[in-house]
């Protein structure tokens, strides 16, 4: 079964950092690009940040830009996002999400974790 | 406020044949494909529409996309209760140093 899981989340004071992991498992990672995918309480879908099969293209949103790092494992079906500097409006319910196409970068993403929240307040 | 603008809800009866806008610009839509996305309440999204009008395996074809110029539509028809859910449209981004991915803000749906 192909199916993505998230860690990591909890409640950070604001400056602080925290990391998340996403454990994959079913299909064969190293293929794929990953994502990750925030959903703020009761407000809609973000892209945060992807990488590549082979971690040579990186992107990140705005809004992380500076403070989140993305990055992969690909020994350990594995994907990280650092998140550094931690703000009230990071917080969200993080997803995991797996890149529709094999060795590319594309914005389908054909299977999501249940997500990790993260919530940031002191 | 989203790169992709879509209407914060719709409705419809069961049956009934609903549409979903999104709107963009020449930096996502309308040099790439769309995408949309349906989150059931409580439930990760999950991928609906891929390439404008593909579907995943699985997905009805009740379910239809389109996409024109810097716009696109999700379309279902014969629509049912447990259609009601919030859709997100999704495209690539071309704008330099920007977002890759641009998501609309969502459309609740509510079967009445």
């Known amino acids: 079964e192909v199916q993505l899981v998230e860690s990591g989340g909890g409640l950070v004071q604001p400056g602080r950092s925290l990391r998340l992991s996403c454990a994959a498992s079913g299909f064969t990672f190293d293929d794929y690009a990953m994502h990750w995918v925030r959903q703020a309480p009761g407000k809609g879908l973000e892209w945060v940040s992807g990488?590549?099969?082979?971690?040579?293209?990186?992107g990140y949103a705005d809004s992380v830009k500076g403070r989140f790092t993305i990055s992969r494992d690909n020994a350990k079906n594995s994907l990280y996002l650092q998140m550094n500097s931690l703000r009230a409006e990071d917080t969200a319910l993080y997803y995991c999400a797996k890149d529709m196409r094999a060795d590319t970068v594309s914005d389908a993403f054909d299977i999501w974790g249940q997500g990790t929240m993260v919530t940031v307040s002191s | 406020q989203s790169v992709l603008t879509q209407p914060p809800s719709a409705s419809g009866t069961p049956g009934q044949r609903v549409t979903i806008s999104c709107s963009g610009s020449s930096s996502n839509i309308g040099s790439n494909t769309v995408n949309w996305y349906q989150q059931l309440p409580g439930t990760a999204p999950k991928l609906l529409i891929y390439?404008?009008?593909q579907r995943p395996s699985g997905v009805p074809d009740r379910f239809s996309g389109s996409k024109s110029g810097t716009s696109a539509s999700l379309a279902i028809s014969g629509l049912q209760s447990e259609d009601e859910a919030d859709y997100y449209c999704?495209?690539?981004?071309?704008?330099?140093?920007?977002?890759?991915?641009?998501f609309g803000g969502g459309t609740k749906l509510t079967v009445l």
């Open positions: 390439s404008n009008n």
């Open positions: 999704a495209a690539w981004d071309d704008s330099l140093n920007g977002p890759w991915v641009v």
């Open positions: 990488i590549s099969w082979n971690s040579g293209s990186i």
